[in-house]
């Protein structure tokens, strides 16, 4: 039996700068989980990443990460999520240096 289907984020990486990028509503790919398109719809999900597959040029490594709403904002359900959303963990850079 196939498993029900639950809300998703898309989410990749940069190929150059090694990024974690997330699929925005407008299109495009932004640093930040809270501005994540919320998808909760599967046949859209699986368009977006479909989408992402043929990036790539710009992208590598792009897969639904799943999702619950929070405020209006998507929050990562899985530890391994909530931890790429604060960026690279080997020295601070990038997000982290924003804190």
């Known amino acids: 039996m196939a498993r029900a ?3 998703k984020v898309l989410t990749a ?3 150059l700068e090694g990024d974690v990028v997330y699929y925005s ?7 930040s989980h ?12 699986n368009e977006a990443l479909a989408l992402a597959n043929t990036l790539s040029e710009t ?6 990460a799943d999702a619950r709403l929070e405020g209006g904002k998507p929050i990562p359900t899985h530890f391994r ?16 240096a924003k804190v």
């Open 5 to 7: 289907f639950t809300p």
């Open 81 to 96: 999520e909530e931890f790429r959303t604060r960026g690279p963990s080997n020295y601070d850079h990038g997000k982290q």
């Open 25 to 31: 509503a407008s299109g495009d790919w932004v640093t």
């Open 34 to 45: 809270d501005d994540a398109l919320y998808l909760d719809d599967e046949t859209r999900a």
């Open 13 to 15: 990486n940069r190929l």
């Open 59 to 64: 992208l590598v490594g792009a897969y639904l």
